[in-house]
């Protein structure tokens, strides 16, 4: 199926039923397929030809979504970009991707303009920072002002997506995804959540991330359902959503779930205060949760229907999902098996399936897998076997066959729900004066996952800090990538010809 198809069947089914709610503001299905008709004719105007990629680096607004459908209606590639990167990350994505035309929150202009200067940027939201807008640049206005346009031919297997991601090198990667692998995950999403037409999907984490547009905000306008977008997350601003709105539905990392109840310790805040009964199913992913944990969750929002989810941009995200009733007793599992429609392997370094007891790397199969990364072939076929895509995730399964990842082959540290690359981070850091060597990994945090430790070899005889590190990163990698500890060594383990040996840097570190 075709995305554009998506919406406009819902269109015909619900044609003046709420399909995206952002504060006063409410877009009907037939005003959001309109609205995507005219931003389509905006695109061609632009230049956008099919095929050609258009970048969409937004909070989560209606603008998003209209730039989104306006673009696959136009036979464009949305390229969606993380908001909280810098210009020079920005820089990359944009370079890579080859996007000419964006879409960007017109207080995002700064990083996008600086990291992207030869794209035609069009700035969507009124500015609350001051940023001049003009007539030519506003994507809202020409939206509006555009006659609607049916748009380019389209078939299901042309490419709807560039997810970008980084793997075991610093070198971001662009997930190519067809419209028919990203229609392919509602069907999924909804065989294991159970959504239905009747939910109010509040969006809060970042709209760009595949997970909170794939699987929540597609899936939910897949079923006819109602988006509730959060500009940005805030623990008060989130509770009060749920209530005004009636929410019936919310995925987060787990630190959106515990951050109210760090607010409300620290300034009183009687949580109870909040009518939250509305919702059906509270979602997290991103890293596993304890059984403390999961029995203050349900404690402090009086439900006990949690599910986690785990999955990957290469994987539309889908993967595996622990459902409400084995939140207790397989605390800290990602689940059994894979979602239905998800094939699930944990395979050996010899090749054969870990049984019990034993661990290997998760492998997965869907109809939701990427076509591959964009220009990196090496990288496609490194993870590719068959029709399996190998995650990187070691996992150890239990007499059950629950699955509990014990490492990382791609050294990735989760912290608050956002992927930090090891790599990244140490390359952005070895070339401060005062290092001769640094290694980052991650340590376990029972609020954000975990939080991102620089270890560093200092030069002879100088000393380095932890604020210092910050500062001299602060312009080079976005906030949550920066290092929140630093522990200082005299050298790091290698191996004899010379690789560093993290697991042996993580017992040394993690348990001291």
Known sequence: MHLNVLLESARRKFPDKDAVVYGAQRLSYRQLDAAARRAAEVFRREG?????????????????????????????????????LTAAEVEYTIAHSGARVGVVSADLAAPARGGAPRTRWLLTEAATHGTDVADDDDFDALVAAAPEWDGADGDEDDVAQILYTSGTTSAPKGCVHTHRTIASVPPLIVATIGLTR?????????????????????????????????????????????????????????????????????????????????????????????????????????SENFYQVYGMSEMGPVGTALYPHEQIEKAGSIGRGGMPGVD????????????????????????????????NDAATADVFDGRWYRTGDVARVDDDGYLFIVDRLKDVVITGGENVYSQE???????????????????????????????????????????????????????????RELVLVDALPRNPSGKLTKHVLRDAVLTD
Do not use: C
């Open 344 to 375: 699930l392997r944990v395979v050996r370094a010899d090749g054969g399936d870990a049984a019990p007891g034993e661990t290997g790397e998760i492998w997965l199969g869907a109809d939701t897998r990427m076509r591959g990364y964009l220009d």
């Open 425 to 483: 981070v140490e390359e952005a850091l070895r070339p401060h004066p005062d290092v001769v060597d640094v290694a980052v990994i991650g340590r376990p945090h029972p609020e954000w996952g975990e939080t991102v430790v620089a270890v560093v070899v200092p030069v002879d005889g100088r000393t380095v800090d932890l604020d210092e590190v910050r500062a001299y990163l602060s312009d080079k990698l976005a906030r949550y990538k920066v290092p």
């Open 198 to 302: 009747d939910d109010r999907f509040l969006i809060a984490m970042p709209i760009w991330h595949a997970s909170p547009l794939n699987n929540w905000a597609l899936t939910t306008l897949f079923l006819g359902g109602t988006v509730i977008l959060l500009r940005e997350y805030h623990p008060v601003e989130f509770l009060e959503t749920v209530q005004r709105e009636r929410a019936t539905a919310f995925f987060g990392a787990p630190i959106a779930y515990l951050a109210p109840v760090q607010v409300a310790e620290a300034h009183g805040l009687d949580l109870g205060r909040y009518d939250l009964s509305s919702m059906r199913r509270w979602i997290y992913g991103g890293a596993p949760i304890g059984a403390p944990t999961a029995r203050l969750l349900a404690s402090v929002y009086r």
């Open 48 to 84: 956008v030809r099919p095929g050609d990629r258009v970048a969409v680096m937004t909070y989560n607004s209606p603008g998003f979504l209209i730039a989104a459908f306006g673009i696959w209606r136009a036979g464009g590639v949305l390229v969606p970009v993380n908001h909280k």
